[in-house]
Structures are given as structure tokens and as C-alpha cells.
């Protein structure tokens, strides 16, 4: 019985060399391009919604504000509400990832955790109103799918203020549910952050940091309270 051994075809290794040139050049990948490609887009329409708004702006504009031509923009996004969709999902998880930096260098004590993150929260907005914009009132009303999105990436927030703020105090007392106080205090929070970008920070941070913290001070200590 004999055996064969199979030996490259001299053409079929360039055209596989020169398909692996097309895949990686200028030392990235195709995906790794693609990839830069998207978040070029993201970011220029974070800089675009938050100044002149969703509405208002144009595939077009992004494109030409990311240096790309409109192609590359149905190459990561089938229409400008899904960009939409992940500039709101950049900007929030930014904000998640901040407030969960500020609490992890507080301390123990929930309130110097809740201050901390609280104060994260409107130091960006005011740092950032454009994005700010974008979360608070931009992704509000324009569709279905925007609304359902904002909702989604919510709740992701209200897990987070969960695990930050009242998981530490312990077993919930009867009658008391974390994640309902979780959304009372975001929904607070959510509102006094629209009022005071509509009004152009005209309190200082501090300050409205300090109402969300004595919110929170009424609720742990009817925490304390039920737990008697």
C-alpha cells in the first residue's frame, strides 16, 4: 500500500499569501479596521447629536466629520437611529464606568460611596453636555426602537446603583425593594440632571449632588428603620 504525499500548489500559496496581505494592512487586521471605522462614526455623531442634534444631522455630516465616505457608514450602521443607539450606549456606559471607578476609590461608608458617584455623574454632564444632551433628551421620542434602547441601557444603570448603593447595606427589610429604590433614585437623579443642563449649570455640581445624597440618606435610614 502506498502512500502519497500532498505537495502545495505553487499558486494557490501566493493567492492565499496576497488573501492574507488584503486581511492585514498597516499592521491591522480587516476587522480591526472595520472596528476603527465604527467607533470614527460614534464618535463623530457624539460630537454632532450633542451640538446640533439627532434630528438635524446627516449621515452625510458624520461621514464628512469622521473623514470617511458614506459607504463605511452602512458597512457598521443600517440607518442613523442604530448609530444613534450605540453613541447613547458609548456615552452612558462612560458614565457607568465612572461612577463605578468613583465608588471603588471612596471608601465603605455607603455615603461617601453615593456622593462620590453622584458627583461623577453631574461633573461629566457639566464636562460633557453634548453627551449629556445626547442621553437625556436626544434618544427621548424619536422611535420606538431609540425609547426601548434608552430603557434597556436604564436598567443597566439601576443595576449598577444596586450593587453600588444597597447591596453593601444588606438584606432588604420587608416591604423594601432595592430595585424599585434603585429607580426612585435614578428617576430623581435623571431629572434634576435635564433641568439643570436645559438651564445651563446654573447651580453649581455640588449642589445638586448634595439633593440626590440627602435622598438617599431618607432611604437608608428608613432602611435602618424597617430593619429594627
Request: charged share 25%; hydrophobic share 35%.
Amino acid at each position: 500500500m502506498s502512500s502519497k504525499t500532498t505537495q502545495a500548489n505553487p499558486s494557490q500559496a501566493s493567492g492565499e499569501r496576497q488573501r492574507t496581505a488584503r486581511r492585514i494592512y498597516g499592521g491591522r487586521t480587516s476587522r480591526e479596521r472595520t472596528q476603527a471605522r465604527r467607533e470614527r462614526l460614534i464618535f463623530a455623531a457624539l460630537r454632532l447629536y450633542g451640538d446640533a442634534g439627532f434630528r438635524t444631522t446627516t449621515v452625510r455630516a458624520i461621514c464628512q466629520e469622521a473623514g470617511l465616505t458614506e459607504r463605511y457608514f452602512y458597512e457598521s450602521f443600517s440607518n442613523s437611529e442604530e448609530l444613534l443607539c450605540a453613541v447613547c450606549s458609548w456615552s452612558m456606559g462612560r458614565l457607568r464606568q465612572l461612577a463605578r471607578e468613583a465608588v471603588a476609590a471612596s471608601g465603605a461608608d455607603p455615603a461617601q460611596r453615593l456622593r462620590a458617584s453622584t458627583r461623577a455623574y453631574f461633573d461629566y454632564i457639566q464636562a460633557n453636555p453634548g453627551h449629556g444632551r445626547i442621553a437625556l433628551f436626544e434618544m427621548e421620542g424619536t422611535s420606538r426602537t431609540t425609547s426601548d434602547h434608552l430603557r434597556a441601557e436604564l436598567d443597566q444603570t439601576i443595576e449598577l446603583i444596586v450593587e453600588l448603593h444597597f447591596e453593601p447595606l444588606g438584606t432588604a427589610p420587608s416591604g423594601l425593594q432595592p430595585e424599585l429604590l434603585a429607580r426612585a433614585l435614578l428617576g430623581a437623579t435623571y431629572q434634576l440632571a435635564k433641568e439643570w443642563l436645559q438651564s445651563g449649570f446654573r447651580q453649581p455640581s455640588d449642589t445638586l449632588a448634595l439633593q440626590v445624597e440627602a435622598l438617599y440618606a431618607a432611604l437608608t435610614q428608613r432602611w435602618s428603620d424597617a430593619g429594627r
